[in-house]
């Protein structure tokens, strides 16, 4: 059980280090990716305002019937794909990743 918990304690290490360096603003906001072992989850955040803008995930109504298998690298490309485009209809082109 103790590797568990140590697992968590570097996952959360990991996440604020680059937490730190990383910052979304309006004209360019942060693009946040969390991979687990059975699906894909995309975000585009603006971080002064604390909103996500965009979501995308494997586990999207509209992604499921095309992914078999949402942990692997063709769902990232279509899950990628999906957030591109909701991005460029909200007027997104740069972001923070």
Known sequence: MDHIKEKLRKRTR???RIRREVVGTAERPRLSVYR?????YCQIINDIEGR???AASTQS?????????GGNAAAAEIVGKKI?????????TKVVF
């Open 52 to 54: 996500t803008l965009v």
């Open 36 to 40: 687990s072992l059975k699906h894909i």
């Open 14 to 16: 990991r996440h604020l």
């Open 61 to 69: 109504p509209d992604l499921r019937s095309q992914i078999k298998y």
């Open 84 to 92: 591109a485009e909701e991005a460029k209809n909200k007027g997104i």
